[in-house]
Every structure is written in C-alpha cells, then in structure tokens.
C-alpha cells in the first residue's frame, strides 16, 4: 500500500494449436496488460506477422453496443457488470445474432415511431391551449373577432354551420390532425360548430368542412354557448391531452414488456459477445511465425506463480515463458515500454485514490499518495468546517448517495463515500470546537471556535485570539510540506538520484533551507519581531547550503562526462548561465517555500468565514424575535435557510480548497505524475 504494485513482464512463446486454449487462459486470469512483441523491437522484426483473428472484433463490438442501447432504453436500463464468465464462451454465429437484433430493432422502432407521434401530438395540443389561452374572455367571442385575431396566430379558428347528418363523419374525420371541434347549436337540419385547428393543416381541415358543406357565421350573441366556449374548447384540448398521455404510457408498458420478454435472450448473448470480444482482442495482441505465437504484458509480481502455472497446464508444458524486471524493460526499449502502474489499496481508500487518479497517476514504483491524501484531506477539511451538526447532515447525505447509487456509475458512489468521511471529520471537529449547528451545545474537548470569533474566551488557555488559529494551520502546513519533503527522499532513493536528491529545491537542500527558514521565523516572532538568531546558525542554515548549490551545474557536468554523456565547454558564459540560475533557484527556495507554507492559513481563513457566517445568521434570527429575546416564526425560518446555505457554500468551498492544497502545495514537493493505469483484458471487476 506505501508504494505502487510491483510489475513483472512476461514474454511468452506457445505452439499455434495451443493458442486457443492459451487465450482461454489469459482470459480466465485476466490478468495480463498486453503490450505488442513489435513494440519491444521496435517494429523491425520481419519474422513477426500479425496474428488474423477468425472474427471481426469490430463486428462483435457493433453487436453487444447494440444490445446495451436496446436493452438500456428499457425502464430496468442495463448494466455494463452485468454477470459474463468464461463459462460463456462458446462458439459465435453473428449472423445468427444479427439477423435476430435486426428483427428486435424493427419492433422496438415501430412502438418508439408511435410513442414519438403521440408525443408530437401532445406538444401540438399544448401549443394550440398556449395560443388560446392569449384570446380575450369568451363573453367577446364572435365568428369575426376569432377569425380576425387568429390571423396572426398559429390556429385557424372557425365559426359556423353545417348539415347535421354530416356532424358524426367530420368529427371521426378530424380526430386525424390536433383539433377541437364544439357544438353551439342546432338549427332544422344545421348545426353551429366551433372548429380549432392549426393553421398548417388548414387545406386539409378546410377539404373536410367542405365536404360538410360548411357555411361561415357569427355565433348567435344571446347563444346559452357563448358564455362558456372557450373554456369548454380548453377543457377538451386537456382532455386529448389527457386521453394521449394514457396511450404514451400503454405504449411504454407495452416497450418494457416487449424487453422483458426478450431480456434472457439479451443477457445470454450480451455475455457471449463480451467473453467472445475479449477473447479475440487478446489473440489481436498476438504474433506468429509458421509454427508458433508469441505475447507480452505486464501483471503483478504476485500473480506470476498463478498465471505460469494457468499457462503451463493449457498449453500441456509446451510453452516457453521469460520473465523480466521492469528496470531490464526500460533499459533495453529505452523507455518506448512503459511500467504501468497499479494503485492498490483497501476499499475504504477508494475515494481518496480516485482524487488521486484524477490528478495523475504516480510514476511506477513511487510512493502511492493515497493513504496521505486521505488524511490530509479530512484533517483540512474538518478544520474549515468544523461543526458536529453540519457534518451530521454530510453523513447523512453521504449514506443517501450510497444507496441511491449503489447500482449506478463507481465514481458516483466513491463520491458518495467522500462526503459521508467528509461529515465524519466535521463531526470529529465539531466536538472538539464544540460547535453544533452554530451553537455550543456541550462543551469544547480544545476550544470554542465562536467564542474566539465573538471575541471571548476559548476556554483554553493555549488558544486566546485568532491569530494562534493562524498560526495553528501554519504548523499544520509545515507538517504537510515536511511530509511532502520526506516523500520525495524516499522516491529518489528508490530512483538513486543522487543528483536531485541533493540539489533539488525539494531535495535535502531545500529541505535544509527550509527547516532553517522554520527555526527563523519563530525565533524572529518570539522576540517581538526585534531579533534574528546568531549569525552562525544562519551561515550554517542559509550560507552552507546555498554554496553547495551553486556548484551543482559543474558536478552535473562531471557526473556527465565520466558517463560519457556530451556536454558544454565551461566558458564565460556558462559561468553567467550557472550564476543566473542559481540566484534563480534561491529565489524559488525562499519564496516558494513561503508561499507554501503561507496558503494554509485559507484552512483558518475559511474555518473562520464557517464561523462569522453561523453568528451572523443567529444574530439576524435574534432580531427577528421578540422584544423579549425568544425566537419567532422567521427567527427558525432563518436558522434554517442561514444553515442550509453554509453546510452547501462552506461544504463546497472546504471540498475545494482541501483539494487544492493536496494538489499545488503537497503534491507539488514530491508527487511524479508519468504513470499509465494497469489495464487487463479481463472480464474479473476487480480490475
């Protein structure tokens, strides 16, 4: 867990008959991160020929994609880790399969054709309520007016008469476009109609009338009708609204048991197209010459005794296997090979390594980060938001995403994980500030963070203003950058660079610099800013060290030359260039390490603001009270919301700002981000 996992390379050679039940093998385990024999060369071996695997992989993967879409548009959805064994390898007709989706598609597009008319139809409807509802109040409609303020409208509004015996045929006729039709009236053989429609089926609606033979007219003004029309044709439009939604939804019903009917027959062959997709991608990693095959890839060292064992027995002993060490790997394909790196820690370090992927990956055989980042992160974190109650609510929230997303995305479910320690270390914080929602509910187990703010006691005698919380996170960060330092010692010791190790403003140099700027600075403040320590400790502090490290230009050019690497001729101006830098480099040391050491004090700054903003909303709720100091309706009202608003605007603030500070003031004193993620063919999760 303190470093990346260790790799092994493997170069193996198989006879051509064994190469099937090899890659079953390799499949099985799922443990190997191919990498091409071409690539070891250089690509200049002519005896190599790429292996034609027997089936398109392209074609298998068209297919299973085609079977997540499907599948995935389902109410159930569809997910990728859905069970897939070795066990489900077995012969593939994608002919078969394909002709099958083919049928599937056809049906499922036929029912997705009418949920998408009906839909169309609904927004039609909707726009039509939205333009009538812009007409005046139904007591001023007339056949003249509606026809007169529909011009410039989407609908086509029509009042008049038609035959009666016509009425029955043109309503059925209608129901074909989006459409209201009401009757106002009967006269002898005539009925007085209401027809809305949209104006682009017009000619169509108009053809219909005529057939009805419809005549224009004005409503009758003393009509019963006319009191309610338009209500009434609103009322009808939210009724075909109403009546479409229940056929949307018949038809949604009849989709997922159009699915469900077929969902065996999708997951069996999804399986088979995802075991039959890896087997023939691993054999595309594969080269032949007449008689035998030949792959490469990396695992970790620990797998080796199981993958060689696995291999030896499905290719009956007649196989060859070489392994190598990385540092031999490197050396001889001068770096084109890269190491790939594995992170490996336990479950409940998950969310951190992901912070850490996110930045990049470390370089192999580096220190992992992740258990540090983990405690540094909560440490920041509950100091800027330091409240039991808040981070009660976190937990809370933190348990909510975990269930909610317990069968969605990975990353959204570590995030979850990352709010719930997040709330955990408030809590922890919150008892030691005894701060609970904003008020001291027991007392502080260090000190009051609000009595400090409100400018009273902390009841602890170490801690009297704000400026020891300053200087609480400025001790903090000097742990962090410290730890940072020795990091990066350790990784260089790993590398054996001496030469970084020594003069880098991360090496021992810095480091000795730095500690020595420590020991100044509180020696300086400690004599009322009056006072530097004696001129020994300084020479010894500041002087030596930066002597050494203006002769590391001409110790590099020795170290290269006795390793018969070509360098410059010292002249003038190499002497200029080795002077500028190293004033440069000073200049670095002094202002970077104070700068670094300086940006902790945003870990006081917001666990200040944290605090200003809880004591001003419970001020705001006293004034909202009564004469007498109780609270009122709006005084809770006001706690709430001032609480909602700092648990989201701090919480997001100290998430950020934890990170920030792991990734520009630790990660920046040791952290090498060259790595490429350990990527196996494999159908087992755990990778």
């Known amino acids: 867990m303190m470093f990346t996992s260790n790799m092994t390379y493997l170069t193996a050679v198989v006879l ?11 499949l099985k385990q799922g443990v190997l991160d191919f990498v091409r024999v071409s690539e070891l060369s250089g690509g200049s071996d002519s005896r190599l020929k790429s292996v034609q695997v027997a089936v398109s992989t392209a074609r298998i993967t068209e297919n299973r994609r085609r079977i997540e879409m499907i599948m995935g548009a389902g109410r159930a959805g569809f997910r990728k880790d859905s069970s897939a064994s070795i066990d489900d390898l077995k012969p593939l007709n994608l002919d078969d399969i394909e002709k099958k989706l083919g049928e599937i598609a056809t049906a499922s597009q036929k029912i997705r054709e ?47 008469t038609m035959r009666s015996d016509a009425v029955s045929t043109f309503e059925q006729k209608l129901k074909a476009y989006p459409s209201v ?39 009758p003004i003393a009509s019963n009708s006319q009191q309610n029309i338009k209500e009434e044709a609103l009322k009808d439009m939210q009724n075909q609204i109403a009546l479409l939604k229940e056929q949307q939804a018949s038809l ?78 490197t050396e001889d394909t001068k770096g084109r090979v890269a190491v790939p790196v594995q992170l490996k820690n336990p479950g409940f370090l998950k969310p951190f390594e992901m912070l850490v992927e996110n930045f990049s990956l470390p370089e192999y055989g580096t220190i992992d980060p992740t258990p540090f980042v983990a405690v540094f992160y909560l440490m920041m974190f509950g100091l800027m938001f330091g409240d039991a109650g808040h981070g009660l609510v976190l937990v809370i ?25 997040c709330g955990l270390s408030a809590i922890v914080t919150g008892v030691l500030f005894g701060s609970y929602f904003g008020h001291p509910l027991f007392p502080p187990l260090w000190f009051n963070y609000h009595a400090i703010i409100a400018g009273h006691s902390s009841e602890n005698p170490g801690i009297k203003s704000i400026y020891d919380i300053l200087l609480i996170t400025i001790y903090f960060g000097i742990a962090v950058l ?49 006072t530097l320590p004696g001129q020994a400790v300084l020479l010894a502090g500041f002087g030596i060290p930066a002597l050494i490290l203006l002769f590391k230009e001409p110790v590099f050019l020795i170290l290269s030359k006795k390793s018969g690497v070509e360098t410059d001729k010292i002249s003038l101006s190499f002497l200029l260039n080795m002077l500028m830098e190293w004033i440069v ?45 109780e609270y009122s309706l709006w005084s809770y009202l006001i706690l709430f919301v001032g609480n909602v608003l700092v648990i989201a605007l701090e919480g997001l603030s100290a998430g950020i700002q934890s990170l920030r500070l792991n990734y520009y003031e630790f990660f920046s004193k040791y952290f090498t981000g060259s790595g490429r993620a350990y990527s196996p063919v494999t159908i087992n999760k755990r990778f």
């Not at 009967?186 to 005549?215: E, F, H, P």
């Not at 159009?258 to 595309?284: A, G, H, K, M, P």
């Not at 140099?509 to 009056?530: D, N, P, V």
């Open 482 to 530: 410290g730890t940072g330092l020795i990091l990066n010692w350790v990784n260089l010791l790993r590398k054996k660079n001496w030469m970084k190790l020594v003069f880098d403003k991360a090496g021992l140099l810095g480091g000795w610099m730095y500690s020595t700027g420590i020991y100044t600075g509180f020696y300086f403040a400690e004599h009322q800013y009056k």
């Open 252 to 329: 949604g019903r009849q989709y997922e048991t159009f699915i469900d009917d077929r969902r065996e027959w999708f997951q069996s062959n999804w399986s088979l197209l995802t075991v039959n997709e890896l087997f023939y991608r691993i054999q595309s990693y594969f080269s032949a010459t007449d008689r035998t095959m030949l792959f490469s890839g990396w695992l970790p060292s620990e797998l080796k005794s199981s993958l060689e064992s696995g291999l030896y027995k499905a290719a009956g002993e007649r196989c060859f296997l070489e392994w190598h060490d990385p540092v031999d790997i």
């Open 16 to 26: 051509k008959k064994d190469a099937d039940a090899v890659t079953k093998e390799l």
């Open 181 to 219: 039709s009401l009757i106002t009236g009967t006269q002898q053989d005539r009925t007085s109609m209401l027809v809305i429609s949209l104006r682009k089926d017009g000619k169509q609606v108009q053809y219909l009338l005529d057939a009805a033979a419809w005549m224009d007219s004005e409503i």
């Open 585 to 629: 480099e000073l200049l670095e040391v002094f202002s970077g390490y104070l700068a670094n050491t300086l940006s902790f004090m945003r870990v006081a700054g917001l666990g200040i603001a944290h605090v200003s903003l809880m004591i001003a909303f419970f001020q705001m709720a006293q004034m909202a009270g009564g004469a007498g100091g």
């Open 397 to 421: 929230l933190g348990f909510i995403g975990k269930f909610v997303f317990k069968k969605s995305r990975e990353s959204s479910l570590k995030l979850s994980s990352l709010i719930l320690y």
């Open 114 to 160: 009418q949920q998408r008319t009906v839909q169309q139809e609904i927004h039609k409807y909707e726009d039509m309520i939205r333009q009538l509802s812009l007409y005046g109040s139904s007591e001023s409609i007339s056949a003249q007016g509606l026809r007169k303020s529909s011009e410039y409208s989407f609908l086509t509004i029509k009042t008049g």
